[in-house]
């Protein structure tokens, strides 16, 4: 995972943000901005929803003044998570100052546990703040867990121009990104991951690869900015010919000529590596073959598998099938 510090030193220091370089803030003097880079990656999904703020005593840590409690209820995607940014708090402190705190719920959508690791910045405008800390949680494959964003604030004063100006961020710039802002009018900037109905078999001498699905979303690999993966789920059954030993199954087998005519070879971030013996099926969860592709990722597409490169491309099964 690709990481963007959550908690600097105090003082002026220059960073690279989404806009540009910018100077970053410490804790103890916080100016906070917002950030409008778009993401460029296939259709945004831009979600809005309502917020609304109360004030409140008796919050934790608020021993002079009131609590601002503001519902968020706004969801993104990113690098395997749906992530849902309930609400944010800014707490009051007895010395002037304030804090304010973010719940943030994780759902895996993964078969594996995962933890969002610190490719994470709270934007307040345009500038990243360094003072903000992060409790990111592991969550197993399927599961949901809470996580927390915590900041110190120099007043608890205008608080909810200082909410509005908030963005919660995962990814670099660099990367495919994705921000859900605190303010109602903020639009998330995410793309949710696309189920594709796509199914078929190709047979090649004693092994016949099934296509049982597919799926569509943004690359979150460092530097792939504009980038998707297109991963199919495969299935795999050896005849009774398969010889004594097995034989390999490999990622490099499968390659896809896209709409412009150009052959991609199935990537190896999701490998394929199976020893595969007569008369068995082996169907896990887990075995995709994953193409990153440019976007927009439209268009007809055929998927090749070839075993037998050395008796030439002939003997290669292909599938078509189109993404809409």
Same mark, same amino acid.
Not at 39 to 47: C, D, H, K, L, R
Not at 319 to 324: D, E, G, P, S
């Given at each position: 995972?690709?990481?963007?510090?959550?908690?600097?030193?105090?003082?002026?220091?220059?960073?690279?943000?989404?806009?540009?370089?910018?100077?970053?803030?410490?804790?103890?003097?916080?100016?906070?901005?917002?950030?409008?880079? =778009?993401?460029?990656?296939?259709?945004?999904?831009?979600?809005?929803?309502?917020?609304?703020?109360?004030?409140?005593?008796?919050?934790?840590?608020? =021993?002079?003044?009131?609590?601002?409690?503001?519902?968020?209820?706004?969801?993104?995607?990113?690098?395997?998570?749906?992530?849902?940014?309930?609400?944010?708090?800014?707490?009051?402190?007895?010395?002037?100052?304030? =804090?304010?705190?973010?719940?943030?719920?994780?759902?895996?959508?993964?078969?594996?546990?995962?933890?969002?690791?610190?490719?994470?910045?709270?934007?307040?405008?345009?500038?990243?703040?360094?003072?903000?800390?992060?409790?990111?949680?592991?969550?197993?494959?399927?599961?949901?867990?809470?996580?927390?964003?915590?900041?110190?604030?120099?007043?608890?004063?205008?608080?909810?121009?200082?909410?509005?100006?908030?963005?919660?961020?995962?990814?670099?710039?660099?990367?495919?990104?994705?921000?859900?802002?605190?303010?109602?009018?903020?639009?998330?900037?995410?793309?949710?991951?696309?189920?594709?109905?796509?199914?078929?078999?190709?047979?090649?001498?004693?092994?016949?690869?099934?296509?049982?699905?597919?799926?569509?979303?943004?690359?979150?690999?460092?530097?792939?900015?504009?980038?998707?993966?297109?991963?199919?789920?495969?299935?795999?059954?050896?005849?009774?010919?398969?010889?004594?030993?097995?034989?390999?199954?490999?990622?490099?087998?499968?390659?896809?000529?896209?709409?412009?005519?150009?052959?991609?070879?199935?990537?190896?971030?999701?490998?394929?590596?199976?020893?595969?013996?007569?008369?068995?099926?082996?169907?896990?969860?887990?075995?995709?073959?994953?193409?990153?592709?440019?976007?927009?990722?439209?268009?007809?597409?055929?998927?090749?598998?070839?075993?037998? =490169?050395?008796?030439?491309?002939?003997?290669?099964?292909?599938?078509?099938?189109?993404?809409?």
């Amino acid at each position: 995972m690709r990481s963007i510090p959550s908690v600097v030193a105090a003082g002026n220091r220059r960073i690279r943000t989404a806009a540009g370089t910018v100077a970053l803030v410490g804790a103890a003097a916080l100016v906070l901005t917002a950030c409008d880079d =778009k993401a460029g990656i296939a259709t945004p999904t831009s979600a809005v929803a309502t917020t609304s703020s109360v004030v409140a005593n008796g919050q934790p840590g608020g =021993k002079s003044g009131q609590s601002t409690v503001r519902a968020v209820g706004k969801t993104g995607w990113f690098d395997g998570f749906a992530i849902t940014v309930d609400k944010a708090t800014l707490v009051p402190d007895e010395y002037g100052g304030a =804090k304010v705190l973010i719940d943030i719920t994780y759902k895996n959508t993964t078969l594996d546990n995962k933890t969002m690791g610190n490719n994470t910045s709270l934007l307040v405008d345009d500038e990243v703040d360094g003072g903000a800390s992060w409790d990111n949680p592991t969550v197993p494959g399927g599961g949901s867990a809470t996580g927390k964003v915590t900041t110190p604030v120099k007043s608890a004063k205008d608080a909810e121009h200082l909410l509005d100006t908030m963005t919660v961020v995962y990814g670099q710039a660099s990367d495919n990104q994705t921000k859900i802002p605190l303010s109602a009018a903020g639009k998330v900037e995410s793309v949710q991951p696309k189920t594709l109905p796509i199914t078929g078999t190709l047979v090649q001498g004693h092994t016949t690869i099934e296509v049982t699905g597919g799926k569509l979303e943004p690359s979150y690999a460092k530097n792939e900015r504009g980038k998707n993966e297109l991963a199919l789920h495969i299935k795999i059954t050896g005849g009774q010919g398969v010889p004594a030993g097995g034989a390999n199954i490999f990622t490099e087998y499968f390659s896809l000529k896209t709409p412009d005519g150009k052959t991609v070879v199935a990537d190896d971030r999701s490998p394929i590596n199976e020893l595969l013996d007569a008369g068995k099926t082996i169907d896990n969860p887990k075995n995709y073959v994953v193409f990153v592709l440019p976007t927009p990722t439209t268009g007809a597409y055929v998927l090749s598998y070839n075993s037998q =490169k050395e008796e030439g491309a002939a003997t290669a099964p292909t599938l078509a099938f189109t993404v809409n």
